[in-house]
């Protein structure tokens, strides 16, 4: 705890310090400072402690409640009633009343745009203002991209060595930022002096002395802003989003105001180029100091889309972001008055291990990077994040094709002391360019890789194992040990992971839990079942497979979560659902949780490791085994919920089914359950029939036609849902519905949640009648 000092918070600790308790601030907490270089350096481990022990935190220094885990962040960006963004682009460095009057003297008079604004402003406007950043839309500037990529690379591609900052990733997307928006190029150099201003001016922490020179920047650049708008009002035709912006006015002018469009003339540069260039700057640093990564995407294009989603979730250039609390609320067990500011550290939760296997790996072919919350999430997430995708994936299609061989030269990385923007200040490389692979092959120039613009494709994330070790382990089931073929280090997981195998034919692609040690990075393994009359995939495994062979797979992923703060804990498995029990039970006895496991089976002999887990847990595992007259009375097990345990299952549907009407009386989120997998096929359209979805948030209807699924209809409206699995069974693409009748064809939602229809899983389910309405 740290002694309560006057001094210490800009706007006050809000604890009552006189209660006999003392301050609750923890050291920690009050030692918290964003703009010190540890911050700068590595947000994610700089706040390590926090995610582990104090995930929501009062920084005194700051004046803000601090946020650190995945599910918390995600949920407050969720909700942009209770957690307003109106304190977005608000200074978080109070400046001096000289600094203010110079301010005054330029009439800055920023306002609201969009990523500051609320309901039901803000969606009006988003919905008048997005057509130009819909895929199809940005198609167009790709040519541009591509070639200012190329010509900056020109300009240094002979001499060995370059600042790939000041010689390219800022200038390239600064210029891609002004075609945008349809700015002319002029004036460049002084734009680019007054935006870093605007960021220091707003998130960062300018010396008393450096604010005047700060003001005066912003001020020029706000009066700069103001004459680029009039000469566009004088012809408001052609390309560019402020352009379709004061076009807008005309129909709409409440919505599009005078002082809206002002204000995201000098925002929107801002907002389109420091947050690019800065991503582009750590995807490169990143990308450089991890060689094997590096040569990977150099070897195969067709990885960088996913590769771009790595960098962004690993080392992200918008590190935080700001939100003001509406209403008295509690996130993740503290209570949070009207009134209170927070900080959300998004870089902190890409980091979350709850959320993301082995967090700090760089992996370029994880298969849920894209669910970085870096461009944020919900009413407010970043409208350009296709543009920063696309032009990322051009700077490292370039770079990669052409300088290869480049190399990181020793330095010292430095960053702008900023809470929110945060890319190094120079990335300087080297290489030997009598080896630049054009020389010999002039050709080189002529390919591109195709850009790709939201999920990842199969073929990028899948990885490459050989099969090491075979053990059969009954008549029937095998286990398999994965290594990688180079001997690296494979991803670590948590208990109830799986992998996606792919059985012979990338269209032949089946799930197996791993039932390994999580901490065994050398191998991963899976328990295979020969299931003669299923969908093949075990058959191809079993009559194929030999010790050597090459197998892709994707993952680890995880559905089936464990968690660690239950006090006890009931595994009940059936058959081969036994595999993920075995890493969770095995995680349990680690932790000092009471746990005990039911294991069921038609007899002894089909059943997986029951010898090696009596060894384990001894008294604690209970074995069924049918033939042995001996079968597990869930009824009886379940009868009564108790307090802080929870129940995790696997097994046969019919064991599932059955465990979820006796576990009727537990609350919703004490039982958990995997499935082996799920009956769902491809759509047949002959079958389907199309319906309309209202989205009310966005204030559109989409049809969604026989053969497309809801999930995407709703990307090719530019709308963001997440997803993983595609196949009915993670829960990650559900939507909630308001009103209509819904066909689910998931196995995620439970009886209950089914019958009351208020959410549905967008990757699978459909429309029962000609509509729903959605909240979206
Ligand atoms: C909003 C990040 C590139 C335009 C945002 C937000 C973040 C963000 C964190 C706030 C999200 C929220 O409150 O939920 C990024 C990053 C980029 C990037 C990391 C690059 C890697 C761009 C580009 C443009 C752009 C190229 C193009 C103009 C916008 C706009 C909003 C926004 C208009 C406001 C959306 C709203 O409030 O409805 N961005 N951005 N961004 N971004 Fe980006
Ligand atoms: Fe997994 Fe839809 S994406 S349930």
């Known amino acids: 705890m740290h002694s309560p000092d006057t001094s210490a918070g800009r706007s006050g600790c809000p604890i009552d310090h006189t209660s006999p308790a003392g301050c609750p601030v923890t050291e920690r907490a009050a030692a918290f400072d964003p703009f010190e270089d540890e911050y700068q350096q590595d947000p994610p481990e700089y706040l390590r402690w926090s995610r582990e022990q104090e995930p929501i935190f009062f920084s005194p220094k700051l004046g803000y409640w601090v946020v650190t885990r995945y599910d918390d962040i995600k949920a407050i960006f969720r909700d942009n009633i209770t957690f307003s963004p109106s304190i977005a682009l608000e200074k978080i460095t109070p400046t001096g009343e000289e600094a203010n009057a110079v301010l005054s003297s330029y009439n800055y008079a920023m306002n609201r745009t969009l990523v500051n604004e609320d309901e039901p402003a803000h969606m009006a406007r988003r919905r008048v203002l997005m057509e130009p950043f819909t895929p199809e839309a940005l198609k167009h500037h790709e040519p541009m991209v591509r070639q200012l990529a190329r010509e900056y690379v020109d300009r240094f591609i002979d001499d060995g060595q370059a600042d790939l900052v000041d010689q390219m990733l800022w200038e390239v997307p600064l210029t891609v930022a002004l075609h945008f928006l349809g700015v002319p190029e002029e004036d460049m150099d002084l734009l680019r002096k007054y935006s870093i201003a605007h960021t220091v001016n707003t998130w960062g922490r300018p010396k008393p002395e450096e604010q005047v020179a700060v003001a005066h920047a912003v001020g020029n650049f706000w009066q700069l802003a103001g004459k680029i708008l009039e000469k566009m009002r004088l012809d408001p035709s052609g390309p560019g989003w402020m352009k379709y912006g004061i076009r807008k006015q005309a129909d709409y002018p409440d919505v599009v105001t005078d002082s809206y469009l002002h204000s995201m003339m000098m925002a929107g540069i801002v907002a389109a180029h420091e947050t690019t260039a ?243 990075t050398q191998g991963l393994e899976i328990a295979v079942l020969r299931e003669s009359d299923s969908r093949g995939g075990s058959v191809w495994i079993h009559d194929n497979l030999k010790v050597g062979d090459r197998l892709k797979i994707r993952g680890p992923r995880n559905h089936f979560r464990f968690d660690e703060s239950v006090k006890r804990a009931i595994f009940v498995a059936g058959g081969i659902g036994i595999t993920p029990i075995i890493a969770m039970a095995l995680r349990a006895k680690r932790l000092g949780i009471d746990y005990e496991i039911h294991y069921s089976g038609r007899a002894r002999k089909t059943m997986a490791c029951v010898d090696e887990l009596l060894d384990i847990h001894d008294g ?126 998931d196995v995620v939602l439970t009886r209950a949640e089914r019958d009351e229809s208020s959410k549905m899983m967008s990757c699978c389910s459909r429309a029962v009648g000609g509509k729903l309405v959605l909240e979206l």
């Open 278 to 520: 800065n991503a582009a700057a750590n995807a490169l640093k990143i990308l450089l100091q991890h060689p094997t990564a590096w040569r990977e995407i150099c070897e195969d294009p067709s990885l960088l889309p996913n590769a771009v989603e790595e960098c962004l979730r690993h080392n992200g250039s918008v590190a935080a972001w700001r939100r003001l609390v509406t209403k008295d609320v509690r996130i993740g067990g503290i209570d949070i008055a009207a009134g209170s500011k927070l900080l959300i550290v998004m870089s902190s939760a890409n980091h979350d291990e709850r959320h993301f296997e082995d967090p700090d790996l760089v992996d370029i072919r994880r298969d849920n990077s894209s669910e970085h919350l870096t461009f944020g999430y919900g009413a407010h997430q970043c409208m350009g994040k296709n543009l920063a995708r696309m032009e990322l994936q051009i700077f490292l299609e370039e770079l990669t094709k052409r300088l290869p061989h480049m190399r990181l030269c020793e330095q010292k990385f430095t960053y702008v002391p900023n809470t929110s923007f945060r890319g190094p200040e120079h990335v300087r490389v080297e290489w030997d360019p009598a080896l630049n692979p054009e020389r010999a092959n002039p050709q080189l120039l002529d390919t591109n890789s195709p850009v790709r613009i939201g999920e990842p494709s199969r073929h990028a994330i899948s990885r490459s194992v050989v099969v090491a070790g075979m053990t059969k382990l009954t008549e029937d089931i095998v286990r398999l040990r994965l290594t990688s073929p180079d001997g690296r280090a494979l991803p670590r997981w948590m208990p109830g992971a799986h992998v996606d195998v792919e059985c012979g034919s990338p269209d032949m692609s089946r799930q197996y839990s791993l039932c390994g040690d999580p901490d065994d």
């Open 620 to 745: 604690r595992l209970h074995v069924y085994a049918k033939d042995e007259g001996r079968r597990c009375d869930l009824t009886a097990l379940l009868a009564t919920p108790m307090a802080d345990t929870a129940i995790y299952a696997c097994g046969p549907t019919r064991m599932l089914e059955s465990l979820e009407s006796c576990c009727a009386a537990w609350p919703d989120d004490a039982v958990r359950f995997e499935h082996f997998y799920s009956t769902i096929g491809t759509l047949d359209p002959a079958k389907e029939h199309a319906f309309e979805a209202e989205l009310k948030d966005s204030g559109i209807v989409i049809t969604v036609a026989a053969d497309q699924t809801l999930l995407a209809a709703l990307r090719a409206a530019n709308i963001d849902v997440q997803s993983d699995c595609l196949e009915g069974l993670c829960g990650s693409c559900e939507v909630r519905v308001l009103s209509g009748q819904v066909d689910h064809r």
